[in-house]
């Protein structure tokens, strides 16, 4: 995945322009100690020829079976207004892929932002339930489990594949309902035993409040 980091300082230039007049709180958690993590194996499963033209029927098992490609544009699905969002912030940011290559990597970091992790590989699921105090900032996070063999991903069960939903079995998943409240009216944060969950999907409504990110300590 070389060139990664170099691609994300790319994208947020591109996309950045829309939040020019976008004023950030001061009120927020120092940089320094937050690490965002960016969902590229969800924005993946997403694209074409990805997991949801097998689940759309269009497509067999070997849409199951996909390169990953570094330079994947990212979008709602994999929670563009956030990433920009949180980057203007300057908080630290890292792939999502090369938190396998690094076990104790989130150990650096006293706050971690999860947003729309939708597929995540074993190891990524243990680093991030493990950590003391994660926000997980859009539901239907870990919710499938992926593999990783040099470039390319393939789904091992979640998403109904397999017979399977929730493919970890944690306790604290909260798709139904919450991926679907996408006007964040009336959300909450809720406490569980590694961090907070927000209960509804922010994409849009973090562009104009505020108060969705200040809950982050």
């Known amino acids: 995945m070389k060139g990664d980091n170099l691609r994300l300082t790319l994208l947020f230039a591109v996309l950045g322009i829309v939040l020019t007049s976008l004023i950030i709180s001061t009120s927020l958690v120092s940089a320094s100690s937050v690490l965002v993590i960016a969902p590229l194996l969800t924005a993946n499963a997403y694209s074409l020829n990805g997991f ?3 689940f759309n029927g ?4 070997s849409c199951l079976n996909i ?3 570094g ?9 563009s207004n956030a990433l920009i969002y949180l ?8 792939l999502d892929v090369d938190l396998e290559s690094d076990r104790n990597y ?4 006293e706050t971690i932002i999860v947003l729309h992790e939708e597929y995540a590989t074993q190891q990524i699921f243990d680093m991030i339930t493990e950590h003391h105090n994660v926000y997980y900032l859009y539901p239907n996070a870990l919710y499938g489990e992926v ?3 040099v ?12 017979g399977v939903n929730n493919a970890f079995d944690w306790e604290y998943d909260n798709t139904h309902p919450d991926e679907y409240d996408d006007m964040c009216l009336d959300y909450s944060w809720n406490r569980i035993d590694n961090g907070w969950q927000l209960d509804c999907y922010p994409e849009n409504a973090i562009l104009h409040d505020d108060s969705i990110l200040e809950f982050i300590k």
Not at 58 to 61: A, H, L, N, V
Not at 71 to 79: A, E, G, L, Q, V
Request: proline share 2%.
């Open 52 to 54: 949801y033209d097998y």
């Open 58 to 61: 269009t497509c067999d098992e």
């Open 67 to 69: 390169p990953i490609d």
């Open 71 to 79: 330079d994947i544009r990212f979008d709602y699905k994999s929670s």
């Open 87 to 94: 980057q203007k912030m300057g908080y630290d940011i890292v």
């Open 106 to 109: 989130l150990d650096r970091y």
């Open 147 to 149: 593999v990783i063999d």
């Open 151 to 162: 470039d390319s991903m393939t789904l091992v069960k979640g998403h109904g594949y397999q």
